[in-house]
């Protein structure tokens, strides 16, 4: 279990990856109107609950077009 974080805010919380996938397999999350700090960054942090975070991959979509 783990907390995902975007530019300070909560996106996950108490997450639990084998509770939502199970052992081995994919799981994707999708968030949208995300928006950069002041500095123009996307900072995504995870907090660990009881292990610490799985991640194996994370993609940005530039939705303002």
Do not use: W
């Not at 991640?55 to 077009?65: M, P, Q």
């Amino acid at each position: 279990m783990f907390r995902v974080l975007c530019n300070g805010n909560t996106l996950l919380d108490n997450f639990d990856i084998d509770k939502q996938a199970g052992p081995k397999s994919g799981l994707t999350n999708s968030f949208y109107h995300l928006k950069p700090s002041a500095q123009g960054k996307i900072t995504v942090t995870f907090e660990p609950g009881l292990n610490y975070a799985t991640v194996s991959g994370i993609e940005l979509i530039d939705e303002s077009n």
